[in-house]
């Protein structure tokens, strides 16, 4: 049985698909043991404590630099023996030292079909404004491992979304959710816990 950790910065939508999952016994080798958190108060704490998942806040402003984060937030993964990561909107960037201490073992979800929309200063509803200015008629949603580049890992699971006429960011932001990353996250986890990647 994989020990998971969810990475979490807000709602925890994210996170809630998988505890739903984990809830339907689609992860029979994995299961969420711990949620961090970039910062205090956010509602995906609230989602954790409902589920009896026991929680950390990890907050990068409470570290004088990126090195010193990465270490306080490795120690809180390596006490909890957390075998698989998640990174479920997280906005804050994983170092070195956590990617090289969980190779293969890291995976993310993003919100468009990578190589479109990713990289540096792509999250959130900035990327469905990116979409949506481009033109483009199909988006979706991408689960990759995480490496060194900002959304660069081997990618394990796409689904395309149909962009509609009249979309807004909030409105394909959430049709990307809800026919994309909640489908794809719990499966792409279940892989990794299988040891199918």
């Known amino acids: 049985?994989?020990?998971?950790?969810?990475?979490?910065?807000?709602?925890?939508?994210?996170?809630?698909?998988?505890?739903?999952?984990?809830?339907?016994?689609e992860n029979p080798a994995g299961?969420?043991?711990?949620?961090?958190?970039?910062?205090?108060?956010v509602y995906a704490l609230t989602r954790a404590e409902n589920a009896g998942v026991k929680t950390a806040v990890v907050a990068r402003r409470d570290y004088a630099d990126s090195e010193a984060f990465d270490a306080a937030l490795l120690a809180v993964?390596?006490?909890?023996?957390?075998?698989?990561?998640?990174?479920?909107?997280f906005l804050s960037v994983l170092g070195p030292s956590v990617i090289a201490a969980y190779p293969d073992r890291i995976l993310n979800v993003h919100p468009s079909l990578i190589p479109s929309f990713c990289g540096p200063g792509f999250y959130g509803l900035r990327v469905h404004e990116a979409a949506l200015?481009?033109?483009v008629k199909v988006t979706g949603a991408t689960v990759h491992l995480v490496n060194e580049e900002c959304?660069?890992?081997?990618?394990?699971l796409q689904k395309a979304v149909e962009i509609l006429p009249g979309d807004t960011p909030e409105t394909l932001q959430k049709r990307v959710m809800v026919e994309a990353e909640w489908k794809l996250l719990p499966k792409a986890v279940a892989m990794v816990c299988n040891g199918e990647v």
Do not use: C, F, W, Y
């Open 133 to 135: 200015a481009r033109g």
């Open 1 to 25: 049985m994989k020990n998971i950790a969810v990475l979490v910065s807000g709602g925890g939508t994210n996170l809630q698909a998988l505890l739903d999952s984990e809830h339907r016994g």
């Open 31 to 41: 299961r969420i043991t711990l949620v961090v958190a970039s910062k205090p108060g």
């Open 77 to 89: 993964l390596r006490e909890n023996h957390i075998d698989v990561v998640v990174l479920a909107g």
């Open 151 to 156: 959304d660069g890992g081997p990618i394990l």
